[in-house]
């Protein structure tokens, strides 16, 4: 089953970002959209991992203390640059999201995961290149909402997904929920 650690956004974020897709989506067939259903913060992503790994990841996430948290969505960009388009995302602004990341990146290193070799960058994937890059009147589109404030919500869990590729794109499953608790201060 492949498998990974997850932020879901709230409706009024997701709404602004169908918004969004609605109005460049006219504008290139260069790329594929995420569906807004299906759009989410990447904290860790597992892989193939067999079924019976599930109970250890679940062992390894329980437990997690780290404080709620704020997350801004702003502003659009694409990886890796905007000279070769591959991917559009909107960003984000949550100063202790990279260190929940790299908190979880250690747990499951722990438990045999590979350590990540990049730096984690927090975004949301609005859209992948179909070939090997974004059109420039995408590119040219996108950038008025560079610095475009989509809104703020809280993040209080995180979720372990399954995802299904299936031919319309992937399905995700929610297997298990971790609430963000704070560490007791005894």
């Known amino acids: 089953m492949r498998l990974f650690i997850a932020v879901e956004i709230t409706g009024d974020i997701r709404n602004g970002l169908k918004d969004l897709q609605h ?3 006219p504008l290139t067939n260069s790329v594929r959209w995420v569906s807004p259903e299906s759009i989410h913060i990447t904290l860790k992503f597992l892989g193939e991992v067999p079924e019976k790994r599930v109970t250890e990841i679940d062992a390894a996430l329980s ?3 780290w404080k709620p948290f704020t997350v801004s969505v702003l502003g659009t960009g694409f990886f890796p640059g905007s000279r070769s388009p591959r991917v559009l995302w909107a960003g984000m602004d949550a100063p202790t999201m990279k260190g929940l990341a790299e908190e979880l990146d250690a747990r ?3 438990i045999g995961f ?5 730096a984690y960058r927090p975004h949301l ?4 290149a179909r070939g090997t890059r974004i059109d420039s009147k995408l590119v040219a589109a996108a ?3 560079k610095e475009f404030a989509f809104g703020s919500f809280a993040v209080d869990r995180i979720f372990l997904i399954q995802s299904s590729l299936k031919p319309s794109g992937a399905v995700y499953n929610k297997l298990k929920e971790y609430p963000l608790e704070p560490r007791s201060s005894n």
């Open 63 to 65: 437990g997690l203390s």
């Open 125 to 128: 994937t609005l859209a992948r």
């Open 114 to 118: 590979d350590k990540e070799k990049r």
């Open 108 to 110: 499951m290193e722990r």
């Open 143 to 145: 950038a008025q909402y």
């Open 23 to 25: 109005e460049l989506r």
